[in-house]
């Protein structure tokens, strides 16, 4: 069965610096990823999603993520944040044609003036 | 435009009270699933349903039920409410008759049981 795997779970960055989170998936066989923010006291929302195709997949607000298969990775890059970014991330995956999505633990992403 | 609506936004409930959590969805989605939300724990999947008069056990599926007699609508129903359910939960949907192409989610229904 698919697993995702968080490594951190708390980030905090200041205004305009670069920022990258961490996901790793367990698959070995064809995978779907995820990436979903939630802010506070809302539902969570579809950052981008990496089905097939380029490794490099862009997303909203400027965030994009790299599908990495040799060390079974999906990190979240943005170069430059701001403090509307300040939320929790959530990463995501799926085997190919599995109905189960499965998400990380979250990491808390908090941007400081 | 409406998306993805949950009722109730709130509930408390006493231990072994039964309730349903309503999700309804307009955009006639295929596929509809519940997931409860701890913190530390991210979402875990509860059960799922692929199309109308179809479900499933998603991975932590004990003390709850659902159905799914229309493509609108897709209950979860809490038959003997225990302290450990306290949670908050989302439904979400999805075009194709699988998660693979993202989740509209639902704004959360934050249950407290007592």
């Known amino acids: 069965a698919q697993s995702v795997t968080q490594l951190d779970s708390q980030v905090p960055v200041f205004e305009e610096a670069p920022v990258e989170l961490r996901c790793n998936y367990s698959?070995?066989?064809?995978?779907?990823l995820f990436w979903y923010v939630q802010y506070p006291n809302q539902g969570l929302q579809l950052l981008l999603k990496?089905?097939?195709?380029?490794?490099l997949v862009k997303g909203i607000n400027g965030f994009e993520a790299e599908f990495n298969k040799s060390q079974t990775s999906f990190h979240l890059r943005k170069p430059s944040v701001h403090i509307s970014d300040t939320a929790e991330y959530f990463c995501a995956g799926t085997q190919g044609g599995s109905e189960k999505l499965v998400f990380g633990k979250g990491t808390k992403l908090t941007v400081n003036p | 435009n409406a998306g993805v609506t949950q009722t109730p936004k709130f509930q408390v409930l006493k231990t072994g009270q039964s309730m349903t959590l309503q999700c309804a969805q307009d955009?006639?989605?295929?596929?509809m699933s519940w997931y409860r939300q701890d913190p530390g724990m991210g979402l875990r999947l509860i059960h799922y349903?692929?199309?109308?008069?179809?479900?499933d056990q998603g991975e932590v599926p004990n003390g709850y039920n659902v159905s799914r007699s229309t493509t609108e609508d897709f209950p979860l129903r809490l038959l003997s409410a225990a302290p450990s359910q306290t949670s908050v939960y989302f439904c979400a949907s999805s075009a194709t008759g699988g998660p693979w192409y993202g989740y509209t989610f639902g704004s959360g229904t934050r249950l407290t049981v007592v």
């Open positions: 990496y089905l097939s195709g380029s490794t």
């Open positions: 698959s070995s066989v064809s995978v779907y």
């Open positions: 955009m006639n989605h295929e596929y």
């Open positions: 349903s692929v199309g109308a008069g179809i479900t």
